[in-house]
C-alpha cells in the first residue's frame, strides 16, 4: 500500500509539472540561457539602417552574453516575413526580431493583409535608436522652412506634388497630417526606394519629399538639395541648424525608431537580462557614435513596459491618420 502511494505521490508531482507550462521550467531552462547561439531576424536587407544597427548591436550583445548572436535577413513583404518568422517562433530565447517603426508600426497601420498585431504578438525587449524623418526640398525651391512651404503650396493649390518611399509610409503619413493641418493641397507620388526619391529631387524633377535620416546626407552636404524639417521633437544629430516640426509649430510627438522583440511568451527572466544587456550596450560610446553617424540619438533607457506604450501609441497615431486620409493598402 505504502508503495502505491509513493507512486501515486510521484504521478502527481509529474502531472503538476505538465500542467504548470512553461513557468515550471523556467528556472533551470534560464539558468542555462544562452548554450547556443541566438538568431536574430532583422526584416530588411543587408546594408539597410535596420541591417547595421543590428549586426553592431548583435556583435555587442553576444559579447556580452557568451554567445554568438546571429544576425538573419528575411526582407519583404512590407516586414511581414521576417516579423512572421519571429511570432511564430519557440518562445525560447533563441530567436529575437530587430527592427523599426516602419514595420512594427506603420504597417500594421495601413496593409489590410497583416496577419501580426504588435501589441500582441511581439514582446517589446528595449528600443535601441530614435530619430525623426526628413522634409527635403530641391535647392532652387523658393522655401527655407515649413512655414514658407505651406505659403507657397496654399498659393498654388495642386500644382506641387511631394514624394515618399512606399504608399503609406511614414513620410506618406506625415505629409497627410500636414495637409490636414494646413490645408495644402498636393498630390502624393510613391517612389520604389529613397535612392530613387533623391535622384529625382537632386535632378529638379520632384520638388518636396521625405527621406530618412540617413540616406540624404551626402546630397544635403553637398547643397544638391535641403532640408527644412525633422519629424519629431528633437534634432537630428547630423542636422543641428535643422528646426523639429514642434519647433515650427506642429507638435508631433511620433518619431521613427529601431527596437527589439521576442516572441510572445519568451520566460521573463530572459527577456530581462536582455534588456539589461542592451540598455548596458545602449551608453557604450562606439555604438552612440554610430547611432550619430547615421543621424539618430540614442534614446533615454526606457522600461520594457516603456516600450510596451511607445508601440501601442504610436500603432494608434498611425492608425488614425491612415483612417482620416483613407489610406489603406491591400496586399
Known amino acids: 500500500m505504502a508503495s502505491v502511494r509513493r507512486l501515486l505521490a510521484s504521478l502527481s508531482l509529474t502531472v503538476a509539472a505538465l500542467c504548470g507550462g512553461p513557468q515550471s521550467f523556467a528556472g533551470p531552462l534560464v539558468g542555462k540561457w544562452p548554450d547556443r547561439p541566438i538568431h536574430m531576424i532583422v526584416p530588411a536587407s543587408a546594408g539597410s539602417g535596420s541591417d547595421v544597427m543590428a549586426r553592431a ?3 555587442r550583445l553576444g559579447h556580452a552574453l557568451g554567445q ?3 544576425v538573419e535577413n528575411k526582407p519583404g513583404a512590407s516586414g511581414m516575413i521576417g516579423t512572421n518568422a519571429v511570432v511564430k517562433a519557440a518562445p525560447d530565447g ?5 527592427t523599426n517603426a516602419s514595420f512594427a508600426v506603420v504597417a500594421p497601420a495601413v496593409i489590410r493583409s497583416i496577419t501580426f498585431d504588435p501589441t500582441r504578438d511581439l514582446l517589446p525587449i528595449a528600443q535601441t535608436a530614435a530619430g525623426g524623418v526628413l522634409l527635403i526640398v530641391n535647392k532652387d525651391l523658393p522655401v527655407s522652412n515649413l512655414r514658407e512651404l505651406v505659403e507657397l503650396v496654399k498659393a498654388n493649390p495642386g500644382q506641387y506634388t511631394y514624394g515618399t518611399w512606399a504608399n503609406g509610409s511614414s513620410g506618406n503619413l506625415m505629409m497627410e497630417w500636414l495637409k490636414t ?3 495644402m493641397k498636393m498630390s502624393h507620388v510613391a517612389y520604389r526606394s529613397v535612392p530613387q526619391l533623391l535622384a529625382e529631387m537632386s535632378a529638379g524633377v520632384l520638388k518636396i519629399g521625405w527621406a530618412d535620416p540617413v540616406a540624404p546626407l551626402p546630397l544635403l552636404r553637398s547643397e544638391r538639395i535641403r532640408c527644412i524639417a525633422v519629424s519629431g521633437n528633437v534634432r537630428a544629430p547630423q542636422l543641428l541648424d535643422v528646426p523639429t516640426l514642434g519647433e515650427q ?5 511620433t518619431v521613427g525608431w529601431f527596437g527589439m522583440f521576442a516572441p510572445p511568451g519568451t520566460d521573463a527572466a530572459i527577456v530581462a537580462r536582455l534588456a539589461d544587456e542592451v540598455n548596458k550596450i545602449q551608453g ?3 555604438l552612440k557614435e554610430l ?3 547615421m543621424n539618430f540619438e540614442p534614446p533615454p533607457v526606457k522600461t520594457q513596459k516603456q516600450f510596451r506604450d511607445i508601440v501601442a501609441t504610436d500603432l494608434n ?3 488614425q491618420i491612415a483612417t482620416s486620409s483613407d489610406i489603406k493598402i491591400e496586399n
Open 181 to 183: 493641418k494646413t490645408g
Open 317 to 319: 497615431v498611425w492608425k
Open 94 to 98: 533563441y530567436t529575437l526580431l530587430y
Open 291 to 293: 547611432m550619430k553617424n
Open 57 to 59: 548591436m548583435a556583435q
Open 68 to 70: 554568438s548572436v546571429v
Open 249 to 253: 509649430g506642429f507638435q508631433f510627438d
Open 284 to 286: 557604450s560610446e562606439g
